[in-house]
């Protein structure tokens, strides 16, 4: 399922993609990956000091930057020199995969089709996209959208008035009614005083044993894939912006809201209206009060509360005084 991709591709090559500069080598680009992930015949960006130790080991063979961050990358890479990264990027992504930056209605939904899947049950007016895999055993309430090229595992319980796009969903998943996964998230790049939309071309990835309850919001990544653990429960109305990555056995209560791009370990329980920014990592083991507000990095086995939150003991000594 790694490679399961759910946007129409162009495959350019890199000279088409940007015809002011100059290469060596004219390859065909094949994806555009983060500095992490990236292979040989891929694209990728680096924008920030923050992803310095990804540059130096990127196996890409391109990557738009500033000439600033330039001294940080390989020196077999060939560096696409601009002065604005995302916003050459949202160029790029749009040349790409030109149907990644509107979320379109999936126009090839119709009513399931119960002789198709026959080891699933369903409730009524469930409508269902090409090319949709539902495994044995699975329960799909009333009302509920799934668009094409779906993956859902076995045994799991999809509520009514869900929709579910973009994602890939492990086995006894429970995700209760009025969800919404796998929609376009909030990206643009602000230009000359207008917006420029920034195409998400990533995946819900939900592992197995995950429960989600009423009203939540997951999107889906921008490049990277947005991911939650094994055994991680969801309260209501928790909203999980693109590439969020949340780890196994997590507990988030009702209405806690991720900022993108930010890491979350294992065991982690955060309270309700808790808010977490974006770039962040959240270390194993951590219990973050309700109503706290989390700006920077959290170290493993740490308890924090208030805004900004700090360590619970710090928190109460202040309280204190």
């Known amino acids: 399922m790694k490679d399961k991709f759910f946007f129409e591709k162009k495959i350019l090559t890199v000279d088409k993609l940007f015809p002011e500069k ?14 992490k992930n990236a292979d040989k015949d891929d694209l990728t960006f680096y924008d920030s000091k923050t992803y310095i130790n990804h540059a130096s080991s990127t196996k890409a063979s391109y990557c738009i930057t500033t000439s600033n961050l330039s001294k940080d990358l390989p020196s077999n890479i060939e560096k696409i020199i601009v002065k604005n990264v995302l916003y050459e990027l949202a160029k790029t ?3 790409i995969y030109p149907s ?11 009513k399931a089709n119960k002789k198709l899947y ?24 009333s009302n509920t959208i799934i668009e094409h090229d779906v993956v859902i595992g076995k045994n799991c319980v999809i509520g009514s008035n869900t929709i579910l796009k973009n994602s890939i969903i492990g086995d006894r998943v429970m995700i209760q009614d009025d969800c919404k996964i796998g ?7 602000p230009n000359q005083n207008r917006n420029i939309k920034f195409p998400h071309i990533g995946r819900v990835y939900i592992h197995d044993d995950v429960e989600i ?21 969801l309260d209501n109305q928790v909203h999980i912006a693109h590439n ?48 706290s507000g989390v700006v920077k990095d959290i170290d493993d086995n740490q308890t924090v509360m208030g805004y900004p939150a700090i360590p619970l003991k710090e928190f109460i000594k202040k309280r204190k005084k």
């Open 244 to 291: 969020v990555k949340i780890g196994s056995n997590c507990m988030i209560a009702g209405q806690v809201g991720f900022a993108g791009s930010s890491s979350i370990g294992n065991n982690v329980s955060i309270g309700g209206q808790a808010g977490v920014s974006g770039h962040l990592k959240i270390g194993n083991n951590v219990k973050i009060a309700g109503g």
């Open 100 to 110: 990644a930056d509107i979320d379109y209605p999936d126009l090839s939904l119709k």
């Open 118 to 141: 026959k080891t699933v049950k369903f409730g009524n007016n469930v409508l269902i996209g090409k090319n949709v895999k539902l495994g044995i055993g699975t329960i799909i309430g």
């Open 183 to 189: 929609q376009k998230g909030f990206g643009f790049i």
């Open 93 to 95: 992504l749009k040349k």
């Open 213 to 233: 309850a009423s009203a939540c919001t997951i999107d889906r990544g921008s490049i990277d894939d947005t991911v939650i653990g094994k055994n991680s429960y």
């Open 22 to 35: 100059s290469f060596k080598a004219k390859k065909k680009i094949v994806s555009v990956k983060t500095l």
